[in-house]
Nanobody, 121 residues
Framework: QVQLVESGGGLVQAGGSLRLSCAAS????????MGWFRQAPGKEREFVAV????????YYADSVKGRFTISRDNAKNTVYLQMNNLKPEDTAVYYC??????????????WGQGTQVTVSS
């Protein structure tokens, strides 16, 4: 059983930056692809980014490409999401997830509790 705990959310002005962290415990972190997802009020949860087990490959939603960077440190059992040039439409609860597949949609077995990101205009 893998436990995931996100941190780093907060309130930021448009154009600003935040770095989210997700610390994993209870499993072998390097066995999992790691993804970030988000859910805005009244909207469905959507994919943001994913990184391979090794960290060798990443994939992003079009809406964040060029602004967000996912990375991981397998020695620290942590995955990160660096968010730059934030926009009000990035406001959402951000979740990290651990999965068996390098995928934007399927195979995520474990989820964190989420961290709120609010971007003011």
């Amino acid at each position: 059983q893998v436990q995931l705990v996100e941190s780093g959310g907060g309130l930021v002005q448009a154009g600003g930056s935040l770095r989210l962290s997700c610390a994993a415990s209870g499993g072998t972190f390097s066995n999992y692809a790691m993804g970030w997802f988000r859910q805005a009020p009244g909207k469905e949860r959507e994919f943001v980014a994913v990184i391979r087990r090794s960290g060798a490959s990443t994939y992003y939603a079009d809406s964040v490409k060029g602004r967000f960077t996912i990375s991981r440190d397998n020695a620290k059992n942590t995955v990160y999401l660096q968010m730059n040039n934030l926009k009000p439409e990035d406001t959402a609860v951000y979740y990290c997830a651990a999965g068996q597949y390098y995928s934007a949609t399927v195979g995520y077995n474990y989820w964190g509790q989420g961290t709120q990101v609010t971007v003011s205009s």
